[in-house]
T-cell receptor, first 112, second 112 residues
Framework: GENVEQHPSTLSVQEGDSAVIKCTYS??????FPWYKQELGKRPQLIID?????GEKKDQRIAVTLNKTAKHFSLHITETQPEDSAVYFC???????????FGTGTQLKVEL | DTAVSQTPKYLVTQMGNDKSIKCEQN?????MYWYKQDSKKFLKIMFS???????INETVPNRFSPKSPDKAHLNLHINSLELGDSAVYFC???????????FGEGSRLTVL
């Protein structure tokens, strides 16, 4: 199957707080787990990704953690800033690993 | 030196018309895609081409016909436009079918 769900669908945090978005997938063959950020009116852009032989990856204020057994991976943003406000999509590989399937999206709003 | 460029950026047309969107990438990638993003922000893959060959064709009405004259170009032609075709259409490219996706700016299609 290719179900890819994200929770929450909307998230509002105060500037400086942390934000966590979870992505749940159903394809046990998934082996690549990226996160994309889409600012209002712009194109989606890759912000971080992880492969299935790694449990966690960090890049400055963002990190991704993977739990293959439970089939979910999460995006963590620390010290959130207003420019982090965007829609975030996970996009794990599906269909035997031959494509990426985008999740349902999470609207993150960072309030001053 | 835009990496993935698509034209036109905006398209407003009447139901029943035929329209085309063009896409070009200068990244030397071997795989190109068309994605549809609806008003709820869901991003759905429509087609994927690898070296001019169609490799993914999701459940898309056959009014939509992609054409790849060479591996740097992927055009989308839509016949007999319907109201439900209104969306933002994104072209993207990647190296391999699970590499980082580079998106174009999107083409906003409005069918009246």
């Amino acid at each position: 199957g290719e179900n890819v769900e994200q929770h929450p669908s909307t998230l509002s945090v105060q500037e400086g707080d942390s934000a966590v978005i979870k992505c749940t997938y159903s394809d046990s063959a998934s082996n690549y787990f990226p996160w994309y950020k889409q600012e209002l009116g712009k194109r989606p852009q890759l912000i971080i990704d992880i492969r299935s032989n790694v449990g966690e990856k960090k890049d400055q204020r963002i990190a991704v953690t993977l739990n293959k057994t439970a089939k979910h991976f999460s995006l963590h943003i620390t010290e959130t800033q207003p420019e982090d406000s965007a829609v975030y999509f996970c996009a794990p590989t599906t269909g035997g690993g031959n494509k990426l399937t985008f999740g349902t999206g999470t609207q993150l709003k960072v309030e001053l | 030196d835009t990496a993935v460029s698509q034209t036109p950026k905006y398209l407003v047309t009447q139901m029943g018309n035929d329209k085309s969107i063009k896409c070009e990438q200068n990244l030397g990638h071997d795989t190109m895609y068309w994605y549809k993003q609806d008003s709820k922000k869901f991003l759905k893959i429509m087609f994927s081409y690898n070296n001019k060959e169609l490799i993914i064709n999701e459940t898309v009405p056959n009014r939509f016909s992609p054409k790849s004259p060479d591996k740097a170009h992927l055009n989308l032609h839509i016949n007999s436009l319907e109201l439900g075709d209104s969306a933002v259409y994104f072209c993207a490219s990647s190296q391999g079918n699970t590499g980082e996706l580079f998106f174009g700016e999107g083409s906003r299609l409005t069918v009246l």
